[in-house]
């Protein structure tokens, strides 16, 4: 960037010079061809101009499916900026999905590998953050966003982000929303990494982030997130970063629980379910009056479901199970075990369920 402007700046006085010279010394009817020349100029000039963060150039081309993911990522955005509720105010905590991103970067071992890097830098007084999208020949985009730039990772006050992001979201067992649940960043830049296994991988930086350190900054292929978007109050629009080990942790989400979205998902979570910014919201579970389950009814219920099928497991009747927790009839723990947060990190089958409800059926005879 800073080398474009440098040359920028050494042109413009050595073209106005060329004019001067042309007019001065050119001979009769100089200026007419100076005309001329300029109309030739102006066709055949890259379309730049000075922006809010530089030199911006909207005809360059990234190639392959890149130019319509990064317009597709733009338009999510600022659909998820404009998303408002029933009564006109503005709506937040809901989700958007942009698609994702291609690798945005192949093999090092291949003879001309390509890359394209994806920065996002919020510029505080001006409440706007520039997006620059550059490739490895010297060419990039720029444009502006009305979004302020955040994370699901990250630690603050002992709180782990990803935690309660994971339990009110993913878990949906009745867990409050608890703050913090995201993380406001400067800067996020995306690329693609051969860092252990090869793909996108998100940096950050600002409070509680550290270049090159934990959390975040040192994963690998850690934004497998299918392009998936969180706006979360006021303008705040949030990436979220992905691990490969466990639920939630400082550096975010696993990724089976964000990826598995796209596909008929196993692991239940608000995501696949909607709460989409667009306003096609579903009711949750519980939205009705209803009366609570006891053991004998919930038995009853759940008999219902199997008559139909053995096989079936918690992400089959999600909303059924987390009744029972809500009316108490499941643990944390037993409902945790069923749901795919226990220790063995696999959903249950509603089998499961209905042999912990028949044992305190007859412990309570």
């Known amino acids: 960037m ?3 402007q440098k040359i920028v700046y050494w042109l413009v006085p050595l073209i106005i010079f060329a004019i001067l010279f042309f ?3 050119g001979g009769e009817g100089a200026l007419t061809k100076l005309k001329d020349l300029g109309k030739d100029i102006k066709e055949v000039a890259p379309n730049v101009s000075m922006g809010l963060g530089g030199i911006s150039a909207e005809d360059i081309m990234l190639g392959g499916e890149l130019d319509v993911q990064f317009d597709s ?6 659909m998820m900026l404009a998303s408002k509720e029933e009564n006109g105010s503005n709506k937040e905590n809901c989700f958007a999905t942009f698609g994702g991103f291609d690798d945005l970067g192949s093999d090092k071992w291949l003879e001309e590998p390509e890359s394209v890097t994806f920065v996002l830098n919020y510029n505080e007084q001006k409440g706007v953050t520039k997006v620059t999208v ?3 020949k010297g060419q990039y985009k720029i444009y502006n966003l009305s979004m302020k730039p955040c994370v699901i990772a990250g630690v603050k006050g002992g709180s782990v982000i990803a935690d309660n992001f994971f339990d009110h979201y993913i878990l949906q067992g009745g867990s409050k929303l608890k703050e913090p649940y995201y993380s406001s960043v400067d800067t996020i830049t995306i690329y693609y990494s051969d860092k252990g296994l090869d793909g996108n991988a998100i940096r950050v930086s600002g409070e509680r982030f550290t270049d090159g350190e934990d959390p975040v900054n040192d994963e690998g292929h850690n934004l497998q997130d299918g392009g ?5 109050d006021g303008n705040n629009i949030c990436f979220i970063p992905t691990n490969d ?3 939630a942790n400082k550096d975010g989400i696993e990724e089976q629980w964000i990826m598995d979205m796209n596909r008929d998902a196993p692991k239940r979570s608000s995501i696949a379910f909607g709460l989409g910014c667009d306003g096609r919201t579903p009711k949750p579970c519980n939205s009705t009056v209803r009366t609570p389950y006891d053991v004998d009814t919930a ?12 096989d079936v497991k918690y992400s089959d009747y999600p909303c059924l199970v987390d009744t029972f927790h809500e009316d108490q009839l499941l643990t944390d723990e037993e409902y945790k075990e069923v749901n795919g947060q226990g220790w063995s990190n ?3 089958k509603l089998t499961d369920v209905m042999a912990i409800l028949k044992a305190k059926q007859s412990q309570n005879p």
Do not use: C, P, S
């Open 134 to 136: 550059a490739n490895d």
């Open 23 to 25: 007019a001065f010394y």
């Open 299 to 310: 038995i009853t219920k759940l008999q219902e479901k199997l008559d139909e099928n053995l």
């Open 346 to 348: 696999l959903e249950g």
């Open 2 to 4: 800073a080398a474009i």
């Open 73 to 78: 990522f733009r338009n999510t955005v600022n």
């Open 228 to 232: 998936y978007l969180y706006k979360a």
């Open 245 to 247: 080990v466990t639920n």
